[in-house]
C-alpha cells in the first residue's frame, strides 16, 4: 500500500508539486511552545507539521573531563519513543537516534553557542547541561524540528541556584550563555528538484539530503549527508545557498 | 586481463552485454574483479572471486534440503535454494496425496542436475531431467571457488580427463564449485583438484598434476 | 576538545608534513583468509581492516527485501586502539559511523544482483591516529571488490580540516582533535559523485568548498593506490 503512495509523490515532485501544495522552498507550519515543562532547567517543544519533538534542557553537577577543566559539559541525547510511529520500537536509541543526537551535539558545540567555559562551578564541579530530545510524532524531518527545539529549549533555559554543592530546584540564578542561534536545514535532492523540510512520504522517496548546520554569521558548522544516493560537487554548493538562505527565516522564528 | 569494478571495458556497439558487467550511456563497464572478455558479439568479465549466483543453464551439484509436497529445495552452494519440482524430477504419475516424496530422493542426498530457471528475485528451478543429471550415490562433496572450475575442467575436459583417469574415480564438476568424487583413490583425485585450484595461474600445471598422480 | 597546541610550525605541520600532504600509505588485499574479500590499509598509524562476507543467504526472513540485497557495515575500535583503553562493544559514536559508512558505500554497489541476501562488511580499527573512518571505507572498498561484490566502482575516501587557518588534508590523531574543523569525503571517483559528507567546524561556504575541491583531488590519488593494491595482488592471476 504504501508503495503506492511514495510513487504518486514521486510523480508529484517529478511535475514540480508537492503532495501538501507547498513549494519546494517552503516550510510547514512551525509553532514553537517554549517552558512547556515547568520541571525542565528550559524546554521547548516544536511543532513542524505534524512533527512534533520536545526538548528538555536538565543540569547536573558532576566532574569535569579531565582535558577540559575549566568548561562544563554537553550531552545531547534522543529518544525515539514508539507513541510517534509504529516504525519505533521501545529499547535504546537505534541508529538513527543516536545519528540525530549526535548532529545536534555537533551543531551546538562546533556553533560554540553554549558558553561552556562559563558553568564551571568549583574546581571539582561543573554543570552538565543534559539536552535530551524526545519525539512525540514523526511526520517526516526530525532531524530540523530536533535542532529547533534544542536551540529553543536552550535559549529558555535558567542556571539553577547551588547551595553546597547541591542543586536547589526551582530557584535560579540566571540563564544559561547561549550567544548564538544555530539552526539545521536539511537540503534534499529529488531526481533533479531540490526541497527543503520533507514531509514523512518525501523522506521514503528522496535520492539525497545534506544536514546543514548554520550559524548566526552565516557560518557553517556541521554538515552530515545522508540517504543512499550520490552526490555531485555541484550539487552540493546549490544545497549549501539554500540552507543559508532558509536559516534566517528559521532563526526568526527562535527569537 | 584483469579489471576491476568501474573500469571502462568498451563502447557498446550493439553487442551482447554477459556476466559482470554494466552499461551506461552505451558505455560498457566492469561490474566485478575479473578477467575481461571482449569479442566481436559479446562484452563480459569473468569474476576471480565470489559466491555462487545461479544461473539458468548451468550444471551444478546440489543437496537435497528439504522434502516438498510437490518438490525438494536444494542447496547448490549459494545464498538462494533451489527447487526442483516433482515434473522435472520423475517420469511416472506421482499422486502426491498418497505418496512421500522422500521416496524419490531424501534429504541428504546428492544430485547432479541443471538449473533452468532463474527469477529476478532469484527464485532458481533445476531440472533432472536431461540425460546427464543424476542422483549420485556415495561418494564425497569438496568446495572449490566457483570461478575455478573451468580450470578444473580443463580446456575440452583434459584435466578432469587426466585425473579421472589416473585415479580411476569417478567425478562430476558443478559450475557451482561443487565437486563429486567416488573411488578408492579418492584422495589423490581430491588432492589433484585442489593443487589445480590453488596453483591455475603457475604455469605448468599439467605436468605437474600428472606428476603427483603418477607418484 | 581544544587545546593551546600549535600544529603548524614555520609552515610544517608536527609530523613533518605540509598541509597537502598525505601521510604515507600502505594498502593490502586478501589479508584474512576467512573471509570472502578482506584488506588492511594504513593511512600514517591509523591501521584499519575489513573483512567481506558474501552475499550470503540473510535470516531472519523479515529482514529480506523480495527486490534488493541489504548491505550491513560494522565499525569497530579495538580496546588497545587507543590511549585510554575503550570498552570492547558498540558505542555511540562507532554505531553512527557505521551508518554513515554503510551510506559510503551502498551506492556503489548492486544490490539488486542479490535480493534476498545480504553483503557483511566488518571494519576493526587496529589502532587510531586520526581519519579512521575513511580508512575504514578504503579498506571495505577493497574487500568488497576482492570478495567479488558487483560495484559500479571502488569508493575512495579521505580526510580534509582546518588548522590555524590553513587547509590540510590526511589528518592524524592529535590534528583530529584540535582543528578548527574537518571533513570526511568518500566518493566514486571514475563517476566523480560523492556518498559520504561529514564536516564539524566552523567555516564559511567557500572554505567548505574549497575543503571539498582538495578532497576530491586527493581521493582520486587514493583510488589509484586501491586500484594498484588489487594489481599487484591479482597480476599472477590467470
Known sequence: MSDLQEKYVLELLESGKRIDGRKFDEYREIKIERGLVQKAEGSAVVSLGKTKVAAGVKLEIGEPFPDTPNEGILIVNAEFSPIASPEFEAGPPGEDAIELARIVDRVIRESKCLQLEKLVISQQNVFIVFVDLHIINDHGNLIDASALAAIAALKNARIPKVENGKIVREEFTGNLPVIFTPVVVSVCKVGNNFLIDPDLLEENVLDSRLVVGVRDDDKICAIQKQGSKPLKFSDVEKMLDIAIAKSKELRRLVG | ?215 | MKKDIKLLVEGKRLDGRLPDQLRPISMKVDVISRADGSAEVRLGNTIALASVYGPRALYPKFLQEEESGIVRVRYNMVPFSVDERKSPGPDRRSIELSKVMRLALEPAIFLEDFPKAAVDVFVDILQADGSTRVAGINAASLALACAGVPMRDLVSACSVGKIEGTLIVDLNGIEDNNSESDMAVAMMPGRDEITLLQMDGELNKDEVLRLLSLARENCKKIYELQKQAIREKYKSGE
Not at chain 2, 578444473?152 to 574415480?169: A, D, E, N, P, Y
Request: hydrophobic residues 40%.
Open chain 2, 1 to 215: 586481463m584483469i579489471v576491476l569494478p568501474g573500469e571502462f571495458l568498451d563502447e557498446r556497439k550493439g553487442r551482447k552485454l554477459g556476466k559482470g558487467v554494466y552499461e551506461e550511456n552505451g558505455k560498457v563497464f566492469a561490474k566485478v574483479l575479473g578477467l575481461s572478455k571482449i569479442t566481436d558479439t559479446e562484452v563480459s568479465v569473468i569474476p576471480l572471486s565470489g559466491t555462487y549466483l545461479p544461473s539458468a543453464g548451468d550444471r551444478v551439484i546440489g543437496v537435497i534440503s528439504t522434502v516438498e509436497i510437490a518438490g525438494w529445495f536444494v542447496d547448490i552452494n549459494s545464498p538462494y535454494l533451489a527447487f526442483l519440482p516433482l515434473g522435472e524430477a520423475v517420469e511416472e504419475f506421482v499422486d502426491t496425496s498418497r505418496v512421500d516424496l522422500s521416496k524419490y530422493f531424501d534429504t541428504g542426498d546428492v544430485i547432479f542436475c541443471r538449473i533452468v530457471k532463474v527469477t529476478k528475485s532469484k527464485n532458481v528451478v533445476v531440472s533432472m531431467r536431461d540425460m546427464a543429471s543424476r542422483k549420485l550415490y556415495g561418494g564425497v562433496l569438496v568446495k572449490v571457488t566457483p570461478h575455478k572450475v573451468p580450470r578444473i575442467i580443463g580446456k575440452g575436459g583434459s584435466m578432469i580427463q587426466l585425473i579421472k583417469q589416473k585415479t580411476k574415480c569417478e567425478i562430476y564438476v558443478g559450475q557451482n564449485g561443487v565437486i563429486w568424487v567416488k573411488g578408492e583413490n579418492k584422495g589423490k583425485a581430491i588432492e589433484a583438484i585442489l593443487m589445480v585450484e590453488r596453483e591455475s595461474h603457475i604455469p605448468g600445471l599439467t605436468e605437474r598434476v600428472d606428476r603427483m598422480l603418477s607418484s
